[in-house]
């Protein structure tokens, strides 16, 4: 699209968009078209009344919702887990020595 207006004005008023700017009129236009035309080839045609039914029942087959896995929560606690074990096992050693040489800066 020429308009890089007209994408944010889908949103709001592409109509009083359309009256100022005359690629959007067009494209509006050319939809209006499709849309007239897409309607008049298949007014007559209706979907059977079981369609709905078997299309529900396909998408609750197709779409049934997993459990969450636990493993991603496990190796989150494992692995803070750890990094807490390495603070525990170097905080004393280093500790002191970065409190000494705090003192000396302050």
């Known amino acids: ?56 029942a396909l998408a609750k087959n197709e779409l049934q919702v997993r459990r969450p896995s636990f493993v991603p929560e496990i190796l989150d606690f494992v692995g803070w887990a750890a990094v807490l074990a390495i603070l525990a096992i170097l905080a004393p050693r280093y500790l002191p020595d970065l409190l000494s040489a705090f003192a000396r800066l302050g």
């Open 1 to 56: 699209m020429a308009c890089p207006d007209f994408e944010d004005l889908l949103r709001e008023d592409a109509d009083g968009h359309a009256a100022h700017c005359e690629q959007c009129r067009a494209l509006l236009e050319s939809w209006e078209y499709v849309d007239s035309t897409l309607e008049a080839g298949f007014a007559g045609i209706t979907a059977p009344p079981s369609l709905a039914r078997g299309v529900r």
